[in-house]
């Protein structure tokens, strides 16, 4: 069954690169992704471009663990040699826009999904949830479908990990801080300079420390990255406006640092969204321990994704290497798409299975 489970996996990742699906164009592979999931007698739900299916004994009495990944792309890069679409393999890479981001690990865990699928007495139901707009954090993507799924126990977020297991995510927080002033002559004595006014913001913003501290990611982190002030040399501001960028820590909510930063500084803060929350897992929750087991190491990632949308324990783990995301020429190697699925199904079995 794994053999047949990992062709059929290779086989439709080579479909999918084939198909444009750019973040919010993503309507023809959630097609290719619903027909490869019917064609296996498996009933499917579809939203805009997300997918999502349960398990043959799906049961409302027990909870639930999610399955989820990607299958939008970024646009491909200027630095491609080859065509993104041409799903080719070389020395056993396989080539082609979304391979590694995210596509061997959405394969992977379809793959892990249908393992389990016609599965009696396990002690989880499954929800395989193939999703859009996360190259974007769209709002038509997890985010619109959560609400649908059901109330669900942990969940397994397909990245390139390189299948080591993130059990933490820093969340982000983007910034709008508006300082006034009053305009007036740079020759007299006139005006209420918004630039002076700033900087001791700004300078807030440099030097404050949160009180608590993350074990996995350590302290916050704030940098201003973004000032704008002025129109003329001798006019003196009446406004200066900034940005900035926070990466906040499993150490505290989006809206607990809001309220810390809106306590301490004087600017108008406006935030873009709190949407994209930090995320974490317990060390000893089940799934991490059961990735331990196999050999795996735990880390904290400091990038973006799906998992942020989750109010849920949730672990980043899958096949492939982020540092090939958004590359030219991105690529998978073919055996870490049969290692994924491997190690997916070794580490959800003594967790669903009960033992």
Known sequence: MIEKL?????????????IKSFSKEEDKTADLIGQFLQERQIKIHR??????????????GKPTVLLNSHHDTVKPNSGYTRDPYEPAIEEDKLFGLGSNDAGGCLVALIATFLYFYEQEGLSYNICLATTAEEEISGNNGLELVIPDLGELEFAIVGE?????????????????????????????????????????DIDWFRNYRFSKVSEVFGPLKMSVTIINAGSQH????????FTVDVRVTDAYTNEEVLKIIRTNVDCDVKPRSIRLKPSSIDKGHP????GIALGRTTYGSPTTSDQALL??????????????????????????????????????K????GK
Do not use: F
């Open 234 to 241: 001798n006019v003196v501001p009446a406004t200066c406006t």
């Open 6 to 18: 990992q062709k059929d996996s290779l086989e439709l990742l080579r479909k999918l690169i084939s």
């Open 47 to 60: 939203k805009l471009n997300n997918i999502w299916a349960y398990n043959k004994y799906y049961d409302a």
């Open 287 to 290: 799934l991490v321990q059961s």
């Open 311 to 348: 109010s849920i324990p949730s672990v980043k783990v899958g096949p492939g290497d982020s540092a090939r995301s958004h590359m030219a020429d991105e690529y998978v190697y073919v055996d870490e798409i049969a290692a994924g699925i491997a190690l997916y199904i070794d580490m959800l």
């Open 160 to 200: 390139p990990t390189e299948m080591n297991l993130a059990i933490a995510e820093r969340g982000l927080l983007v910034l709008d801080c508006t300082v006034t002033g009053k305009a007036g002559h740079a020759a007299r004595e006139e005006g209420d300079n918004a630039i002076y006014k700033a900087l001791k």
């Open 350 to 353: 003594p967790v669903i299975n």
